[in-house]
């Protein structure tokens, strides 16, 4: 594993979430079209990114929305 690799691995969350600036942003991109691993696994780690963010944005059920009202009424 090569030191961009490394890189890649540190960085690839804030990659994703696009909260990296952009001359680490050149870095990884540049890495990544020599890399196939790395490219693999940035895919891969995209993509799981994706369906959490997804599943984040599926609204709770009234009922779990009221359970949960109630116990901070409680408070
Ligand atoms: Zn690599």
Same mark, same amino acid.
């Given at each position: 594993?090569?030191?961009?690799?490394?890189?890649?691995?540190?960085?690839?969350?804030?990659?994703?979430?696009? %909260?990296?600036?952009?001359?680490?942003? *050149?870095?990884? %991109?540049? !890495?990544?079209?020599?890399?196939?691993?790395?490219?693999?696994?940035?895919?891969?780690? *995209?993509?799981? !990114?994706?369906?959490?963010?997804?599943?984040?944005?599926?609204?709770?059920?009234?009922?779990? =929305? =009221?359970?949960? *009202?109630?116990?901070?009424?409680?408070?």
């Amino acid at each position: 594993m090569s030191p961009e690799c490394i890189f890649v691995l540190d960085y690839y969350n804030d990659y994703i979430s696009g %909260e990296l600036d952009l001359g680490k942003i *050149s870095r990884v %991109e540049d !890495h990544i079209k020599v890399c196939p691993n790395c490219e693999i696994f940035l895919g891969k780690a *995209s993509r799981i !990114h994706g369906r959490t963010v997804g599943l984040l944005r599926i609204p709770a059920p009234k009922a779990l =929305k =009221k359970s949960i *009202s109630s116990m901070f009424d409680k408070v």
